[in-house]
């Protein structure tokens, strides 16, 4: 799923900072409130650096965790179905424990996009029709989630529903 911190930062690049990088620009607003109300001091060089520098950061750093975690998904992804149809044979692509295993992906990315799409969808109508502070609304992540996640789930909804009347033409 790190292909949707790819998909965050294109967010934030095409949207706004903002969109993606919301908790950036909140955990900056409340170390310059600290600082301005307790004269509290940060011994990790936090406040050395600017909100944009910060910001900039945060992408270069989820860019670089995207492509190299998304580099190793599409590894394993590749050695995974390759393997499975090198090592599965015919009978076994229809019976009962490869069901359940479609069975449970599809219910597992049913749950993620349901769940993403339901904060994710409310957080960006907040975004872009409410006049928020920066960091209160960052939609980006969730609805890059989504994005990811929903084709996934509709490979496992057709191959599930393969699985199923492959059996059910068998019998």
Not at 119 to 140: C, D, I, N
Request: net charge negative; glycine share 6%; proline share 3%.
């Amino acid at each position: 799923m790190e292909l949707s911190t790819l998909i965050n930062v294109g967010f934030g690049e095409i949207v706004d900072r903002e969109f993606s990088y919301g908790d950036v620009y909140e955990e900056h607003r409340e170390i310059q409130n600290r600082l301005k109300n307790d004269n509290y001091i940060y011994e990790n060089g936090d406040t050395e650096r600017s909100l944009p520098d910060k910001v900039e950061l945060e992408m270069k750093s989820s860019l670089i965790n995207g492509i190299s975690l998304t580099m190793i998904g599409i590894f394993l992804l590749v050695v995974h179905f390759f393997g499975r149809i090198w090592v599965e044979t015919k009978d076994e692509r229809s019976d009962a424990l490869r069901r359940l295993y479609l069975i449970i992906g599809l219910a597992i990315f049913a749950i993620v996009i349901v769940i993403s799409l339901a904060a994710g969808v409310p957080e960006t109508l907040r975004y872009a029709l409410l006049e928020v502070s920066p960091g209160e609304a960052s939609p980006g992540d969730t609805l890059a989630l989504s994005i990811v996640a929903l084709p996934i789930w509709v490979c496992y909804l057709v191959a599930t529903l393969r699985n199923v009347r492959l059996a059910n033409a068998v019998l």
